[in-house]
C-alpha cells in the first residue's frame, strides 16, 4: 500500500529554516499530485503547497508565497518542502498527501512532522 513519511520537522526560531522531506512508496506516482497541508492546535487542516510528481507547476498557499518552496526528487521518490523565514504562525503538524491529478480529494495521508517555531 501507498506509504507517506515526513521528516525534518523541529523546533526553530522566527527567521530560521527547516525543510521537511517526505518519502512516498507503494505505487508508480506518475500522474498525481504531491501536497503538503498543515494542520495548528485548535484550526483546521489548511493547504500549504502541491506539485505535480512529474515536476513543473507548483501551488502555494497565499500564506507561504515566497517563503516556502515545493520540491520533488522523481529518484528518490522523496518530496520536499523548503520553510525560509518562519513565522510562529507556521507552527502546526505538517502532512504530506497525494491524489491522483484526476481525483479532488487526498486520499493518501502520511502521519505528520510537528514543526514548532518560537518567536
Known amino acids: 500500500q501507498v506509504q507517506l513519511v515526513e521528516s525534518g520537522g523541529g523546533m526553530v526560531q522566527a527567521g530560521d529554516s527547516l525543510r521537511l522531506s517526505c518519502a512516498a512508496s507503494?505505487?508508480?506516482?506518475?500522474?498525481?499530485?504531491m501536497g503538503w497541508f498543515r494542520q495548528a492546535p485548535g484550526k483546521e487542516r489548511e493547504f500549504v503547497a502541491s506539485?505535480?510528481?512529474?515536476?513543473?507547476?507548483?501551488i502555494y498557499d497565499d500564506s507561504v508565497k515566497g517563503r516556502f518552496t515545493i520540491s520533488i526528487d522523481n529518484a528518490k521518490n522523496t518530496v520536499y518542502l523548503q520553510m525560509n523565514s518562519l513565522k510562529p504562525e507556521d507552527t502546526a503538524v505538517y502532512y504530506c498527501?497525494?491524489?491522483?491529478?484526476?481525483?479532488?480529494?487526498?486520499?493518501?495521508w502520511g502521519q505528520g512532522t510537528q514543526v514548532t517555531v518560537s518567536s
Open positions: 506539485i505535480r510528481w512529474s515536476g513543473g507547476s507548483s
Open positions: 498527501a497525494t491524489r491522483h491529478a484526476l481525483v479532488i480529494s487526498y486520499l493518501d
Open positions: 507503494g505505487r508508480t506516482f506518475s500522474g498525481y499530485i
